[in-house]
């Protein structure tokens, strides 16, 4: 890990911001003294890391090296810091104070200066200890080797993930049985049993998103349990996945008192049980690590003997036994040999046919499965170490040589998972560490985990590149490598969510603690909350004591606890982010922190219900190196937010609805996402904002009769490849003011080739009207369309179905039209198609050949709709939806239209 602190500095001594300042204040042939000692010290660090666990020598050495990169961060910090402070000082107009001014800044100067002449000291005394006591000699020569290496991006394919599992379709069948057992009524738990690794949860999955299962229950639901679970939270999801929450329900959630707490859930159990008695439903706990659990939910799920079912996967037999007596443990195997095999090659081989290359290889794939146990977790992680390997004999016997094979089955998996990190570069041991920073079994939205990275500075600038696409290579490295899973990926293919395994999660949490780089505060440590040398901070608990928190040397704060320390003690803070339902939090002096790059509250399963109003925004100006600002929830003044668009430095921000966007004078050279702001007046009668690298607009109550203004607008715009306008009126001089829309001619944008996403919404607005769609409407290669309440008069779809590479398709009460009409060899690429609230609809027509590769349908709201095409000849097909249709429809495809649908799995009709 000292090689990944080493390049994290090295990182920090190259940005532009940071190299400026320094070099303002004549430090900057010191800064490079520093550089070129510290990429000398990294060249030796990845034998080293490898070698110290044997040698002491060595291990001293790499903390020596460690700690001293620590301090230049330290320093560098300190230094841009207090620079900040002295520059947000109240103007001075005279000479006089602005020579006063500088002179503050001596002392300051000639204190940095100090400190890197006692560093670059303590570096040449490292590099002499290196030849004194033979570290050199132990580590051989690799001064001339390059300290790292960027991972190369290649095509991922959507469905690579760890689902297609070899060696689980008998294990699937068996649970199958037993959760659709007919001659068992009552409600019965099935439990998967086996040792982390051996794919339980993997199981569960292929069993709950089997077709027979999906067919046979009303309410199915996934709760992922681990081992910090709250029971009220277990019990508010199964609630909320039957029916929206009542205020009173949310109001019991707030409650902090145990008798309260105890009301709450006593009630939560009540609600459960009724709502559930209605039903034959499935649920699944996953990841069970207490017997008490059971104990604690069994009351909310009745047994009205209908062949409800709970399935559950855990690590203990006891807890089987103690659910269900009379159901046995259904015991997961270990792979047999040809599976093992089988597994390896299918994760070293992703894009290749590994037959080509099994002579060469000779018995080493076989030595490496006999080697891993059968453990499906340990195969998968060798076979992606693998994937990064020359597939030769030598390449592959080297990486056999790396393992410490003499061990017990458990010790042995971690050394390979251990291995397997300390194989990965540089650049990547950090950004694997930083996912110790969420609980188990969390889904983590990648955009936001990419500008967290961004912010702390983990991401080298790469010419050609933003700092975003780096990031996204390095999180397919890590998939690749198999340390990271996919959950979902967006439909132009980059992942979307992830999440990462227990046992490698651990490996996450022990590296992140072994080198100072994280501290996780949760309920085992809640008396131990403070740390002087900790660098990043993640909370998991109420626990009123960490608002005594005192990590004086934070740079990142993530907290998923309605608790939040005072955030003005962490001078160096980088990240803060609220992430789950909060209490009030006071940002009254965020401006202290003048490092703050990310700034984010935000709930991944909804708006925070804010009661108050978040008063900082006079403060933010003065955090001149903020780079994303995600405010999500119910803000109820956003008047005073204009002072944001003073930040050069603003790479993505979201604001909440009703927020408006930057005025015309703003220059934002580094903004790439600004969403779910509103249009300003001035926009259109003194000109747009720059904006020269947006990537994603959002942009809300777009007056219609300015479309030309906002053409000339999209014209300055070389990078866009998301859109989304939601079409309104204005209110000038206290009047309504709307009109007819004609809506843009985008062939002549520079954007029309590289945008992906488009989202058009008219907002309800009854004037809105579209005789026809032109092509010339739609960037070529659009992959995502959504067109909402535009009112448009003739049939869209023969225009549409030429935009060869879409793949997603929604048209939400936007055709007044009777007909919808498809030809043969349209939509080539489409997978998804959602047609909502289409009121006049009644016929939708596809020739034969047309939607060729089309998965998913859903048609709602629909009323009028008497027929659909016949779909046999849709063989992707695996899901259709249809619902709320008022004629006769519904009935028809379960009788005698029946061979229409009847190949697709998935059929939900209502």
Known sequence: MAESIVNLVLTKL????????????????????????????????????????????????????????????DVVDTFMAEVDDNNNQPAMNNFLNRVIKKAKMLPINYKLTYEFDEIQAKLHEIKEWTERYGVNRELGDNSSAVPTRRPVREVVLPDVDDLDVIGLETDKENIVKLLLDPNTRRRCVVSVVGQGGLGKTTLAKKAYNSDEVKGAFEFRFWLSVSQQYKLIDLLKMLLEGIRPLKQHEKDLLQTKDPASQQRAEEHFIIKLNTSLREKRYLIIMDDVWTEDLWTQVEKALPDVKNGSRVLVTTRFSEFARRADPTCDPYNLRFLREEESVQLLLKKAFPYQDPEAYLNALSDLPKRFAIKCGGLPLALIVVGGLLSRQQPTYSSWH??????????????????????????????????????????????????????????????????????EETAEDYLEDLVQRSMIQVSTRSYNGSIKYCRIHDLLHDLAIEKAKENNFLQIISTQVGQNCSSSTVRRATLHCNCEDIKKYTGQNLRSFLCFSNYMPKVVRFKYLKVLCQMTWGHEISLANISEITQLRYLGYFAPYGQFGFDYEIEFWENISCMRNLQTIHIKGNIMDCSRADCIWNIKTLRHVSLPLGSFGPPSTADLPNLQTLKSVMVRESWLTKGWPKMPSIRMLGLWDFPPDYEESFHNFLNGLHNLTSLCIVIGSIIIGGTHHSSSYEMLDMSTLPSYNLMQSLVVNGDWNPSMRYKALDICFFPIHLIKLSLNHSNIEEDPMPVLENLKSLRRLELFNTYNGKQLSCAAGGFPRLECLRLIKMRYLEDWKVEKGGMPLLKKINITWCYNLVTIPDLQHMTSLNALTIKDVRTDLPDRLRGEESYKIQHIPLIEIK
């Not at 940005?15 to 042939?29: I, S």
């Open 14 to 73: 190259t940005d532009a911001t940071v190299k400026e300042t320094l070099r303002l204040y004549q430090a900057g042939g010191k800064l490079d003294a520093l550089q070129h000692e510290l990429r000398w010290i990294q060249a030796f660090l990845k034998d080293a890391e490898i070698k110290q666990n044997s040698n002491e020598r060595v291990k001293t050495w790499v903390s020596e090296v460690r700690e001293v990169a620590y301090r230049i961060e």
């Open 398 to 467: 080297k990486v056999f040589t790396k393992f410490s094979w003499q061990t017990n089955d458990g010790m042995r998996c971690t050394q390979i998972l251990t291995t397997s990190y300390e194989d990965m570069p540089a650049v990547l041991k950090p950004c694997f560490m930083y996912f110790a920073s969420f609980p188990e079994d969390y889904e983590i939205n990648v955009k936001f985990l990419i500008r967290i990275w961004v912010s702390e500075g983990l991401i080298p600038e790469i010419n050609g590149r933003t700092m």
